[in-house]
């Protein structure tokens, strides 16, 4: 029996750190771990949804219902550096006097927990110190392409279960030539 698949594709640019990185001298050129710098890249995600069968318009679901996600990535994935709070350097990039100040990020509608944003309440907008701690998005695990791809699935399967519809998988692209795929 066949099934179809639909998928919906988002753009942004994002920064992180792969503090982990580790290479072996057999398979690359040099040793050089430039991963474990803090660096950007252009990103994209590709939803693939799937359901049981078609809903009574003849459609998995509408494309239109993903917009939450793409709202949802420009709030706090776009131009934000995501960040591994058990990373070495977490510390030093994000306390001030020792005390963590986060928010929850929660799946819009769910109950969900995404990762944390700064809590921006003690800075002025505007200000050198509001635009640094803006710019982080904090996550519990290192945040490769293959990690990315599988945290976005849980996401997007969260948000979209009430649907009937099942994240089949996710396309993390770190680069126009690299990417993660994850299948559920």
Not at 116 to 134: A, C, F, R, V
Request: glycine share 8%.
């Amino acid at each position: 029996m066949g099934k179809w698949v639909i998928d919906k594709t988002i753009e942004f640019c994002y920064g992180h750190r792969v503090w982990t990185q580790v290479l072996n001298g057999e398979y690359s050129d040099d040793l050089q771990c430039a991963c474990r710098h803090l660096h950007g890249h252009e990103g994209k995600i590709q939803v693939h949804l799937t359901g049981d069968g078609l809903d009574p318009t003849g459609m998995v679901t509408d494309f239109r219902h993903l917009e939450w996600l793409k709202k949802w990535v420009n709030a706090n994935v776009d131009h934000q550096f995501i960040l591994d709070i058990n990373d070495p350097l977490y510390d030093r990039l994000l306390t001030e006097n020792g005390v963590h100040m986060l928010n929850e990020v929660l799946v819009p509608g769910t109950e969900h927990l995404a990762g944390w944003k700064i809590n921006l309440d003690e800075y002025e907008p505007g200000t050198p110190e509001y635009e640094y701690n803006e710019g982080f998005f904090i996550v519990d695990f290192v945040p490769t392409s293959e990690n990315l791809s599988k945290w976005m699935a849980e996401l997007v399967q969260v948000k979209m279960k009430p649907l009937n519809v099942t994240v089949d998988s996710i396309e993390w692209w770190e680069t126009p030539k690299s990417r993660s795929i994850y299948y559920v």
